[in-house]
Structures are given as C-alpha cells and as structure tokens.
C-alpha cells in the first residue's frame, strides 16, 4: 500500500494562500481514491475535498465555496491542496487519505493517513 506525507502547512493571515502537498511514496498511486480531511481542535475530523485517481471526479465540501482546488499528479505521485482566502475558521490540522478504488466522503473508509500538517489563520 501506499504511505502519505503531507506538507506545506503553516501560519497565515486571514484571506492569505496556502498550498499543500501530499507525497505518496509504495504502492501504485494512480489505484487509490484520495481526499484531504481537516480536525479543529475539539471538533470532529471532516472531509474537505475528494478526488479519483483519473482526477476526473471531484468532490469540494460546502465550506470550501470556491476557495480551495484540490488536485494530483500521479507521475509525481503527488496530490495537492490550494488553499485562497483563508478564514480562521479553517484552522485544523489537515490530513492527507487514500483507499483503494474510487474515493469516499466516509472518513472510515480510508485506510490510509498521513501524519497531519498544521494550519493555523491568524493575524
């Protein structure tokens, strides 16, 4: 199976830019469903934005509204978050997943995490 690393977290201002990676590194890429997911401090974790392995499906939460873009290279075994005009509500650590097939909105059907990487908005 594959292994996720996430980066390009941080501390940004609110309406700032953020742009995350996740890097897979093992199995084949191009066979996996990704999505990112975030986790507020006291909150539950939630999706945030899916995408199949073609990137022809998608999949942006409503909170998202036209903010983020979530997208992947599976050359680069790579997937990518761009996050514009950030609240302090998107505060939370975001979390790269992935299974096998298509994604899921379901946070139990990833069997596959990243670490986490920080992202705070605050001025």
């Known amino acids: 199976q594959v292994q996720l690393l996430e980066s390009g977290g941080g501390l940004v201002q609110p309406g700032g830019s953020l742009a995350l990676t996740c890097a897979a590194s093992g199995d084949s890429f191009s066979d996996y469903g990704t999505a990112w997911f975030r986790q507020a401090p006291g909150k539950a974790r939630e999706i945030v934005a899916a995408i199949d392995a073609n990137s022809e499906r998608l999949y942006n939460a409503l909170f998202v509204q036209g903010r983020f873009k979530i997208s992947r290279d599976n050359f680069k075994r790579t997937m990518y978050l761009a996050m514009n005009r950030l609240q302090a509500a998107d505060t939370a650590v975001y979390y790269c997943?992935?299974?096998?097939?298509?994604?899921?909105?379901?946070?139990?059907?990833?069997?596959?995490w990243g670490q986490g990487t920080q992202v705070t908005v605050s001025a």
């Open positions: 997943a992935a299974r096998r097939g298509r994604y899921s909105l379901a946070l139990d059907q990833y069997d596959i």
